[in-house]
């Protein structure tokens, strides 16, 4: 009789391992696939112009263009744009379509929250105004690039059990499994003559020890949104980007 429950809890626990190493499997697998191909930023053409773009060192991969910085900082009234989305969003039909992108609601939602962002940060050094108008810059911001968070492969890549795992997938995607990402384009010009004084395209995704808003689907996106509109600001006001966060 010992021998029998004996049998009986290691044939459990054999079989728990092995589901245990299939679901990993499957989750992997979902990880390696659940990449939407959209344009690079570069190739979508939402700046004024494309032109005299440069990448600091200091900056970290960010493209700037950087026009008469101390005469921008004379402004002291913003007109923030609507935010359009101009990145690839997907009809959420499936478990396996959510992981890919953005729903069209979603994507309505993530630009809004854009927008509102900036004019909260902006608001703290500017009067900000319903219209462009004389005497004022306008800030032209786009979500070119949306990826979500997909917390059960983004904690099951950092798991002891699949580490390796998840560093090899980074390797091959240049981004952990469940990892999201977020990229935009914007610049600053003069709400009447257009003339352009700052401008900037960048991506921010899911880092390996950046938990903060990592296990929320859109969590990393809303923090990045914020960062970037503190840079705006710092930048309009002083001609100096910072590092906020």
Request: aromatic share 8%; hydrophobic share 40%; with cysteine.
């Amino acid at each position: 009789h010992n021998i029998l429950i004996s049998l009986c809890s290691s044939f459990v626990k054999l079989l728990a391992v092995k589901l245990q190493t299939i679901i990993l499997f499957i989750l992997v697998m979902v990880g390696l696939s659940s990449c939407v191909t959209v344009s690079p930023p570069t190739e979508t053409k939402f700046l004024s112009s494309y032109q005299g773009f440069d990448k600091p060192s200091a900056m970290q991969g960010k493209l700037v263009y950087e026009g008469d910085l101390e005469k921008m900082s004379r402004y002291d009234k913003v007109y923030v744009a609507n935010v359009p989305v101009h990145g690839t969003t997907v009809e959420h039909d499936s478990i396996f379509t959510k992981m890919q992108g953005a729903s069209h609601s979603e994507a309505k939602m993530l630009a809004d929250t854009f927008e509102q962002t900036l004019k909260e940060e902006l608001s703290s050094s500017f009067t900000v105004v319903s219209r462009p108008e004389h005497g004022s810059l306008t800030v032209r911001a786009s979500v070119v690039e949306m990826k979500p968070n997909t917390p059960v492969l983004f904690a099951t890549g950092f798991a002891p059990v699949s580490l390796a795992t998840g560093e090899a997938i980074k390797a091959i995607k240049g981004s952990y499994p469940g990892a999201g990402s977020v990229a935009i384009q914007a610049e600053v010009v003069d709400s009447v003559t257009k003339e352009r004084y700052f401008a900037v395209i960048d991506k921010d995704r899911t880092g390996k020890n950046e938990v903060i808003g990592g296990l929320s689907r859109w969590g990393r996106a809303k923090t990045a949104f914020r960062k970037w509109s503190r840079q705006f600001r710092d930048k309009m006001e002083s001609g100096e980007l910072t590092s906020a966060t």
